[in-house]
């Protein structure tokens, strides 16, 4: 089976830009997660998406926002880009919900986006 | 409010010698524990979780972990390790009746030398 895909691997953008990530999550996975990381902040939660529909939600401010298609694979936007946002983007992806299911709940990860903001 | 602490920001041992993670964690319910491995300029790949049960929990690569109650402990450990193991280690806890986010450690980077 595949794994999880992130696209594109690599991105450079300007202070107030618009970007926007792709996850495809693995095959039969209904569930997506969104993970910030930073040298200083660590691995932080931005949120999930479970059936088309945001589940959970991290601490960031509005301009980090998501979505999930129907096949399951998920987008993630973040709107005027600060230099803060620098980071490396994670998705994740699990059978089911967080905290349904434990036997369905354990999230396998893509490679990262790597967000460079100038 | 559920956390966890890795209290080693780097680790270093002799390929062949056995290798310890520490993690301990805070949570207000009974945790689900996860461990994941991290190498340069990858995402993070799943080694084991413990949910129930027996306490130690047995993983990928030789990996295995042993979750203590009473010191909410959930340490990595590898009898033998290799160079390959060397990378970033994290601690993950999720408490499934809280908070359902996976609250990650800081990491702890292995170094394996030869």
């Known amino acids: 089976k595949a794994g999880v895909t992130q696209t594109p691997r690599y991105l450079i953008k300007t202070r107030g830009q618009q970007v926007t990530l792709s996850c495809s999550p693995i095959?039969?996975?209904?569930?997506v997660s969104w993970y910030q990381q930073t040298p200083g902040q660590g691995l932080q939660f931005l949120f999930e998406y479970f059936s088309e529909t945001q589940r959970n939600k991290g601490n960031f401010p509005g301009r980090f926002s998501g979505r999930q298609f129907s096949n399951s694979r998920s987008e993630m936007n973040v709107s005027t880009l600060e230099l803060g946002d620098s980071a490396l983007y994670l998705c994740?992806?699990?059978?089911?919900?967080?905290?349904?299911?434990?036997?369905?709940?354990?999230?396998?990860f893509g490679p990262g986006t790597r967000l460079t903001v100038l | 409010a559920q956390s966890v602490a890795q209290p080693e920001d780097q680790v270093n041992v002799a390929e062949g010698n056995p290798l310890t993670v520490k993690c301990t964690y805070s949570?207000?319910?009974?945790?689900?524990l996860f461990w994941y491995v991290q190498y340069p300029n990858r995402g993070l790949q799943f080694l084991l979780k413990?949910?129930?049960?027996?306490?130690l929990v047995k993983g990928s690569y030789g990996f295995e972990a042993e979750f203590n109650k009473s010191q909410t402990s959930f340490h990595l450990k590898k009898p033998s390790a290799l160079v390959s193991d060397s990378a970033l280690y994290f601690c993950a806890v999720r408490d499934p009746l809280r908070d359902y986010k996976l609250s990650f450690g800081a990491g702890t980077t292995v170094t394996v030398r030869a």
């Open positions: 095959s039969g996975h209904r569930s």
């Open positions: 413990y949910i129930t049960g027996d306490n």
């Open positions: 949570v207000s319910g009974n945790p689900y």
């Open positions: 994740a992806s699990s059978l089911g919900l967080a905290g349904v299911q434990p036997s369905t709940d354990t999230q396998y």
